[in-house]
């Protein structure tokens, strides 16, 4: 239990906010048993202010150390934002159920900077509900190889020490072992659920970039070596693990850099260890990068990158630059071993092409990810509300 | 009490034009009182009346001192639907001032959040950096009708950038209102990556746009031109033509064929295939 002592100690929230009825909540006493000194401030609305369009530079630092534990009221469970553009980019079934919003964590290119409105961080207290909405879904597709992430718009795991949402999730999905669950950080907290008993269907995913980019563009997250300890960690209680090369960065000898990091990890694990290995280049919203440069300045590697406009709106490196990139990486992993399953995140067709020669359903090992399902209910009737111009 | 009128054509007008259009005169000066409104062509109205004459009978002056919050801010924001970074910032100024604040019936930090526009902190920096902006920039800001997100890119402009006259010569110069905009954002970034850009003001101000965009983006500006350089030297076929396109994230040949006979189609074809080969030899433009 010290490993996650020390996990809670490297945590800074400086205020922490409670919606009078998420007070007794589990969730809630969790944190306030982690946090004991820090008064509750009762709050029933958006603390800090009401939400805004666009959080000022100030607006969006203070928000990564106030916490607002808050009950949720809309629906959990979404597919993944890359399977609704179906069209224009490649996307495996991947699900998000999303438990929070906001990330403690600082790097100079999260999409969030272009999302956020509220200025607290969000932990969403009933926690029960979306379990309950999980098991309904269950009722029709729990024979379904669905993978269920909880890392879209927070870090799976930075604030997981206070919450211990880890352990009740891997309880949940231990009775649906055809699913998949998903955590997806940049931190090392993994202690708080290594001694959980699991269905060996949770896979521990770590973003990973070169220590050089992490210590540059990743502010406030765990350090490369500390990832993949906390990768070893896991790996040797039984969970699954997955890498995300992404975003991959491009910067002068950026070569020497991902071959170094590919090394580190094909020298670590094997590829009957790694799930899977997924790779995007960097990208964000055109509207984004004022924010990010009054933040970062312009000696950051991402704002002062040559970025394109591209086929759905994102800013993008070039094409041939992307290509390059992924083909370097995958070189690089073949070279040590064939077997790696490496996937493209977010990334358009010709990409896959360019880069692994094949479509997503032409790639052994990874057909199953990228196999259509059916449309949840749930999704259905956000449909049907959406054409029909009700409002949820 | 709901004052809710049609506003399909009220703009807000300039003083000069009030004077000249709508026999309209300000005792004082704007940043003393209120722009003034034309409704359907004829009927002006005012706020802060103290600070107005009228000279047209059918005018009609409102005072804001006698409303409600609610009632002021409704009307205001129906009043001034589309109001431009100028009007802002001269009514930030305004709201200031000791007398309206204490006699007003909102302040401005009442009206952002009435009428849901991001005014933070950052924004009141966006509009302390409007007036140090010189004043033939204000007006460009004024003619053009730029809105505070225009100007979003001043945020992150460096000290050393506010003492050149930039922002002057891009009033002065004949740059369109896009093009001057992205001349601001690109100016901010050389600067703040330490990428000396001097030698741009020596061209003409068509010319910047383009000077500016090689240096911000200067590794695909380097790619591009090599491209189209090795393009140029790929011998073809009469009727035929190509060039190196970027489009976005993405660049290539665009290629153009006029073909007045089969045989010219053959060489066209022959000289297609020559290409192909030579393009598949350049690993880096693939
Ligand atoms: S860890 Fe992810 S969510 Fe958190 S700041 Fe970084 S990119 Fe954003």
Redesign the pocket.
């Known amino acids: 239990m010290n490993s996650v002592l020390q996990s809670v100690s490297k945590i800074q929230i400086d205020r922490l906010f409670v919606h009078p009825e998420a007070l007794d909540t589990v969730i809630c006493q969790r944190v306030a048993a982690a946090l004991p000194d820090l008064p509750i401030e009762m709050a029933e609305q958006t603390p800090l202010g009401p939400e805004r369009d666009r959080l000022s530079a100030d607006e969006y630092v203070r928000s990564k150390r106030s916490l607002w534990l808050t009950p949720f009221r809309g629906t959990f469970f979404k597919r993944c934002p890359g399977a609704t553009q179906k069209k224009v980019l490649n996307c495996c079934n991947y699900h998000v159920l999303n438990l929070g919003s906001q ?5 100079s ?4 900077q272009s999302y956020l409105q509220h200025k607290t961080l969000k932990i969403y207290t009933n926690v029960d509900s979306a379990l309950a909405e999980l098991r309904e879904m269950a009722q029709e597709h729990g024979h379904l190889p669905f993978r269920v992430g909880t ?1 879209e ?3 799976s795991l ?1 604030l997981d020490p206070l919450t211990l949402v880890s352990r009740d999730l891997i309880a949940f999905f231990a009775n649906y072992p055809k699913w998949t669950l998903e955590f997806k ?2 931190s090392d907290f993994v202690d708080q659920f290594l001694d959980a008993p699991h269905a060996g269907n949770v896979v521990v995913s770590w ?1 990973v970039n070169p220590a050089e980019i992490v210590n540059r563009e ?1 502010h ?2 765990a350090r490369l070596a500390e990832r993949l300890a906390a990768a070893r960690r896991c790996r040797n209680r039984g969970f699954q693990i997955a890498f995300h090369l992404d975003p991959m960065i491009y910067f002068p000898d950026w070569q020497l850099h991902y071959a170094e990091l590919v090394d580190q990890i094909t020298s670590q694990f094997s590829p009957d260890d790694v799930n899977v290995i997924s790779m995007g280049a960097l990208r964000f919203q055109p509207e984004q990068r004022f924010l990010m440069k009054e933040r970062f300045g312009l000696k950051s590697l991402v704002t002062s990158a040559e970025m394109w406009p591209s086929e759905g709106g994102k800013l993008r490196y070039d094409f041939q630059i992307r290509n390059q990139m992924f083909d370097f990486v995958i070189q690089r992993f073949r070279g040590h071993n064939s077997r790696w399953r490496i996937f493209l995140c977010m990334e358009t067709p010709e990409t896959w092409i360019q880069s692994l020669q094949q479509t997503p359903m032409q790639v052994e090992g990874l057909r199953d990810l990228f196999r259509p399902l059916p449309k949840l209910a749930l999704e259905t009737e956000v449909a049907t509300q959406v054409t029909n111009g009700v409002q949820s | 009490m709901k004052f809710r009128l049609d506003l399909t054509h009220a703009e807000p007008l300039p003083i000069k034009l009030c004077v000249s259009q709508l026999s309209w005169r300000a005792v004082a000066s704007w940043n003393a009182c209120l722009p003034g409104v034309a409704i359907h062509g004829h009927m002006v109205v005012m706020a802060g009346a103290e600070s107005v004459e009228v000279e047209k009978p059918d005018s009609t002056i409102l005072n804001f001192s006698n409303l409600q919050k609610s009632e002021a801010l409704d009307f205001f924001s129906s009043l001034y639907p589309d109001l431009g970074i100028y009007h802002w910032a001269h009514l930030w100024e305004w709201l200031q001032h000791p007398t309206v604040k204490n006699s007003f019936p909102f302040s401005f930090a009442d009206l952002t959040e009435f009428v849901h526009l991001h005014i933070s902190r950052d924004f009141e920096i966006a509009l302390a950096h409007f007036w140090r902006a010189p004043a033939s920039f204000q007006q460009w800001a004024l003619d053009k009708k730029l809105q505070g997100r225009d100007l979003v890119a001043l945020q992150s402009w460096p000290q050393a950038l506010w003492s050149q006259s930039i922002l002057e010569m891009i009033a002065m110069s004949p740059l369109s209102k896009s093009d001057a905009l992205q001349c601001i954002e690109w100016l901010g970034d050389l600067a703040g990556m330490d990428v000396d850009f001097s030698g741009v003001w020596s061209m003409p101000a068509a010319q910047w746009l383009q000077q500016l965009r090689k240096l911000r983006f200067a590794e695909s500006a380097a790619r591009d031109a090599s491209a189209k350089n090795w393009l140029a030297a790929v011998p073809k076929a009469k009727g035929l033509s190509w060039q190196w396109v970027r489009q976005g994230d993405q660049t290539g040949v665009d290629i153009r064929a006029f073909v007045r006979g089969p045989q010219e189609l053959e060489r066209q074809l022959e000289s297609l295939k020559k290409l192909f080969s030579a393009w598949s030899g350049r690993g880096d433009l693939t």
């Not at chain 1, 990330?103 to 790097?107: A, G, K, V």
């Not at chain 1, 290119?109 to 969030?112: K, N």
């Open positions: 990330c403690n964590f600082d790097c290119y999260c999409y969030l890392g718009i927070m870090d930075s950080t940049k973003s990743e406030g997250t």
